[in-house]
């Protein structure tokens, strides 16, 4: 039987750790949180976290592998530094977290509920 997207979603879930948005406010407010937002460009463009770099989620392996001529330089050599990452709704942002973890990063985390949470708390956008 073929999967669905929110069966992917699920999967990833059981193996990240999300924050939710206060905890994440808390933990980017105390600093050194790589903050990546895996949208599109029109919507990262449209408000983000601040501080937020913008990696959509289809070229985050390719930004994440240091041996890529695609390589982020702030992503590719963070395999031990807390990043948090966020979508719309959380369910990218799971994804590419789990991802990050089988890649070797020892601290991605996903956004609980992505934006969609983060605004309903009243936390800012730039």
């Given at each position: 039987m073929a999967k669905?997207?929110?069966c992917f979603v699920k999967e990833a879930r059981r193996?990240?750790?999300e924050w939710d948005a206060e905890s994440a406010d808390e933990?980017?407010?105390a600093g050194g949180v790589l903050v990546i937002d895996v949208r599109e460009p029109?919507?990262?463009n449209s408000g983000h976290i601040a501080g937020a770099i913008n990696i959509p989620?289809?070229?985050l392996e390719a930004s994440a592998d240091a041996t890529?001529?695609?390589r982020h330089p702030d992503l590719c050599h963070a395999q031990d530094k807390p990043i948090?990452?966020?979508c719309h709704s959380g369910a990218r942002s799971a994804m590419a977290a789990y991802v990050l973890m089988q890649m070797g990063f020892?601290?991605?985390y996903s956004l609980a509920g992505g934006l969609e949470c983060w605004e309903a708390e009243g936390l800012a956008l730039e």
């Amino acid at each position: 039987m073929a999967k669905q997207l929110g069966c992917f979603v699920k999967e990833a879930r059981r193996y990240i750790t999300e924050w939710d948005a206060e905890s994440a406010d808390e933990k980017l407010a105390a600093g050194g949180v790589l903050v990546i937002d895996v949208r599109e460009p029109d919507e990262f463009n449209s408000g983000h976290i601040a501080g937020a770099i913008n990696i959509p989620r289809g070229t985050l392996e390719a930004s994440a592998d240091a041996t890529t001529k695609h390589r982020h330089p702030d992503l590719c050599h963070a395999q031990d530094k807390p990043i948090l990452l966020y979508c719309h709704s959380g369910a990218r942002s799971a994804m590419a977290a789990y991802v990050l973890m089988q890649m070797g990063f020892n601290q991605a985390y996903s956004l609980a509920g992505g934006l969609e949470c983060w605004e309903a708390e009243g936390l800012a956008l730039e």
